[in-house]
């Protein structure tokens, strides 16, 4: 198609507009907007600083397991586990953390790191079991993160009898929980840290982009020397940690192991995924959108509770919200062919 | 109605509309227009089809003769111009409105179901019913006839995903025969065709000649253009160049009015200075039973052709070679080293590069920008990073470099691949190959799907590499290409190689004769 000519009339020019704009930006930057928007409407309270900080802070651990659910997303399937993995690293770090602590009360700093170290394990262990399953059996992301998230459900009541696990040391909560440096929340510091290590990785190393091939097109990239099973398994083992390290982080804010938190972990961290247009064809994915998709949720959360919605209510509202952003990128896809057909 | 009561009626239309016939065209297209927002894919095309003739649309890749055939198909409405059909102005808006008036496409892409069975398949959407059930009965019947009526020697009851790929083509073609057909458009029907059946699809093409339906023929393949065009119209660029009878047209003047340009050969002279030896392989053989015991070698600045029939084994034993297939016997050395067993990675770490038939299912990151898939094979090497970082600016610069090499067009390199035209996805997979330094390539089918005018630039490609010193394996099912690029031809059949060639022994006669089982002569 050798020439291009602009021949159509104007009106239809300023819907291409839209659409190319669409096109380009996706639905999430229209999302927050209107958000902002409503919810500044709808509460006083909302647009303060004190508030957004502590939006940032409560968005802080799904963000990170958004950021684990991507890569999955990303290599062409999803982890339906984390909220498992958050359950099992709860308990596992809880238990381990408040024993050591009880046989050497003197050592408190080496019980936090020793029980963090445990928990996270814990966690990534069911990452690595998703991760051999897919990569090595071939078994389908759905089945194995569904089986491995009853599996770990399971593993964390039966640990606890379904009770919370207390008895961990104060400086472990006062910490990681509440601690602030520079007025800035403890948390938002790992974070932040995780998404720069993160960022690095995917976009400045060849392994970071193995992730994008696999997802991509997956012979053309075994066919180009690229190890697939073991990209698959890196997903999977990575995906399990980043959960665990937010599991470790909610455990150090509510200063309690649980079995029963995490349980909107999976559905959550995906809507985040989608909303920032990560493609759940695989492939397509950028991690800066992520983290705005995973804080465009907290602040959707954190404004229906100022506006006094019902919890209740607030399920019904992200799961149509998932919906709404499915349904965009499918349109977008629509505009993308329409475009350049 | 049953589809052999059709068939009584193209016979009976051949007599008695004769007259009706010769007053108007089959099918008329006057002045079409077809707008996608900045760019013209279709600018005012004419042309007319007779009754009882192959029309051939010729063009490169992006001329506009897909568009044109979607609107014939109605699966896209034009937005300007009009459709006659029969001397009546008509609007095609829909697949089905067209199918009524008996104007059907087989397009490239199948629109099988490979879980069902060719029956099923046939009749999808038009099952005989009788009080709201299956008529399993009436169904059976009109499959039956439908293939009957075509010479079509299919199995009825076998799953559509256990044919061979030229089987589903024709089930493809049947699935147009269910209704009564005047105007039949044939997308490149030969692409994935051995020799053989494309000579049985030539025997009912022209068999639907005599029964006075119109046939639109797209193909990028002169010898099939000589064989059962009638008349050729070109486009290019979305305009309408010239239509000129088939059988007085030279293969150049065809090449000009599609290129715009005067080209010169389509294959390069390629000289033969063969270097040390690369590959030797020594009775291989594979778990699945595609190859069964081939012994071979190349060496630098050689180019190899593998020829023979789909599924002879000549793409699985290149991949074998490749670490992609598991080896049950045999000795592969690479470079003077026993690499059997060695997996992909570490191959193509050594200096082997395979490129795949399919670039869409094998070849390419289709949502990915052309440079990443350009570079996906390198990584890990210099220029691209230092073995830890990407190197963002070098790779840019190499990208560059690559498509002004290959004259990529468009040359946006940030582009996604799938919005690139097939021969413009095929450069993008071919730039691998520069990429780091290769010793040995395969390239499986280079030239599929792709207009006469890339061709040649793959051509040149090839032979640039090899004058390089590269060892070249050149898989093809297509003939010309065996015969004009490689030194030596290897003739595969059933996982063996059935004969090899050299030099003026590689001549179509002598690599025919050996696509098919030596009869026990």
């Keep these: 198609m050798g020439e291009l000519q602009m021949t159509a009339p104007t009106t239809r020019q300023s819907a291409n507009l839209f659409k190319k704009l669409f096109v380009r930006i996706g639905i999430l930057p229209v999302l927050l907007v209107a958000a902002l928007i409503i919810f500044t409407l709808l509460s006083d309270n909302f647009l303060t600083s004190r508030n957004l900080t502590n939006v940032l802070r409560q968005s802080v651990y799904l963000m990170i397991v958004s950021l684990g659910q991507m890569l999955a997303l990303l290599t062409g399937g999803f982890d339906l586990s984390v909220g498992t993995i958050l359950a099992v690293t709860s308990v596992v770090g809880a238990l381990a953390m408040s024993s050591l602590y009880v046989a050497m009360p003197d050592a408190v700093w080496l019980a936090i790191l020793l029980g963090c170290l445990a928990g996270v394990a814990a966690g990534t262990l069911i990452g690595i079991c998703n991760g051999i399953g897919v990569a090595i059996f071939n078994v389908s992301p759905f089945m194995m993160s569904l089986g491995m998230a009853s599996v770990g459900f399971g593993a964390a009541l039966y640990l606890t009898g379904g009770v919370p696990v207390y008895g961990m040391p104060q400086a472990f909560g006062d910490t990681f929980g509440f601690g602030t440096l520079f007025g800035i929340p403890a948390p938002i510091y790992v974070a932040a840290i995780i998404i720069l290590v993160l960022y690095l990785f995917l976009n400045r190393t060849p392994y970071g982009r193995y992730f994008y091939a696999v997802g991509g097109n997956i012979k053309a990239a075994g066919l180009s020397g690229i190890n697939t099973k073991l990209t698959l398994f890196w997903t999977y083992l990575l995906c399990g940690m980043l959960a665990a390290i937010s599991g470790m982080l909610l455990t150090a804010r509510l200063d309690t192991g649980e079995a029963n938190i995490g349980a909107s972990m999976p559905l959550e961290s995906i809507a985040a995924c989608v909303i920032a247009g990560v493609s759940l064809r695989g492939g397509v994915g950028r991690l800066e959108n992520v983290v705005l998709g995973a804080l465009f949720i907290g602040l959707v959360q954190n404004g229906m509770n100022l506006a006094r919605i019902e919890s209740y209510l607030q399920t019904v509202v992200l799961g149509a919200l998932l919906i709404l952003a499915v349904i965009a990128d499918q349109v977008r896809l629509r505009f993308v062919a329409s475009l350049s057909a | ?32 227009q077809k707008h996608y927002p900045g760019v013209i894919a279709l600018d005012q095309v004419s042309l007319d089809l007779k009754a009882g003739e192959v029309h051939i649309l010729f063009g490169e890749n992006g001329a506009g003769k897909s568009t044109l055939i979607s609107m014939l198909a109605g699966a896209v409405q034009p937005d300007g111009g009009d459709i006659r059909f029969k001397g009546d102005p008509v609007q095609l808006n829909t697949v089905h409105e067209a199918r009524a008036l008996g104007i059907s496409a087989v397009f490239q892409e199948f629109s099988l179901i490979p879980q069902l069975s060719v029956l099923e398949n046939l009749l999808l959407g038009a099952e005989p019913r009788r009080a709201g059930f299956l008529d399993k009965r009436a169904a059976n019947q009109q499959g039956r006839d439908i293939l009957e009526r075509l010479d079509f020697h299919l199995p009825l009851n076998t799953r559509v995903d256990k044919l061979t790929r030229a089987e589903q083509q024709m089930v493809e073609i049947a699935k147009a025969f269910r209704s009564d057909v005047s105007v039949l458009i044939l997308d490149e029907p030969t692409a994935s065709l051995t020799h053989h059946e494309t000579t049985q699809l030539f025997q009912l093409v022209r068999r639907l000649k005599d029964d006075g339906v119109g046939i639109i ?20 660029d979305g305009r309408y160049v ?26 390069p002279q390629i000289d033969f200075e063969p270097g040390a030896e690369i590959l030797n392989v020594d009775r291989l053989a594979t778990t699945d039973a595609m190859v069964r015991g081939v012994s071979m070698s190349v060496k630098r600045g050689e180019i190899v052709g593998l020829a023979g029939l789909v599924g002879s084994g000549k793409s699985s034993f290149a991949q074998a070679c490749f670490g992609a297939r598991q080896i049950a016997d045999g000795l592969i050395s690479f470079k003077r080293q026993n690499v059997t067993g060695k997996t992909m990675g570490q191959m193509l770490r050594g200096g082997f590069l395979y490129l795949p038939a399919n670039r869409h299912t094998d070849g390419l990151m289709l949502m990915r920008s052309a440079r990443e898939n350009m570079t996906l094979a390198a990584l890990d090497t210099m220029p691209f990073s230092n073995g830890l970082t990407l190197d963002r ?12 090499r290959l004259n ?3 040359r946006r390199v940030e582009r996604a691949v ?13 730039a691998r190959s520069l990429t780091r330094n290769f010793d040995l390539i395969a390239f ?24 390089s010193g590269v060892a070249i394996l050149l898989i093809s099912s297509d003939l010309p290409e065996i015969l004009n690029m490689s030194h030596r031809a290897l003739v595969f059949y059933r996982g063996r190689i059935q004969t090899e060639l ?7 006669e002598n690599v025919l004769a050996h696509f098919f089982e030596r009869e026990a002569a």
């Design chain 2, 1 to 32: 109605m049953t589809s052999r009561s059709d068939g009584q009626k193209v016979g009976q239309s051949g007599e008695v509309d004769a007259q009706a016939r010769n007053a108007y065209p089959l099918l008329q297209i006057h002045d079409l």
């Design chain 2, 418 to 430: 799938e919005h690139f035209s097939g021969g413009n996805q095929q450069k993008v997979m071919l």
């Design chain 2, 242 to 267: 010239d239509t000129v009878d088939a059988k007085s047209a030279s293969e150049e003047k065809l090449v000009n009015l599609m290129t715009g340009r005067v080209v010169g050969q389509v294959f």
């Design chain 2, 444 to 467: 499986d089918e280079p030239t599929v799907g792709v207009d006469v005018g890339t061709r040649a630039a793959i051509y040149e490609f090839i032979a640039q590499l090899c004058k």
């Design chain 2, 217 to 236: 023929y797209i193909t990028h393949r002169m010898a099939e253009i000589k064989e059962i065009g009638d008349r050729i119209t070109i486009l290019r």
């Design chain 2, 393 to 404: 600016k070098a790779e840019a610069r190499a990208v560059d470099a690559l498509a002004e």
């Design chain 2, 502 to 508: 050299t030099g003026s022994d590689i001549t179509e």
């Design chain 2, 408 to 410: 990529l067009s468009p």
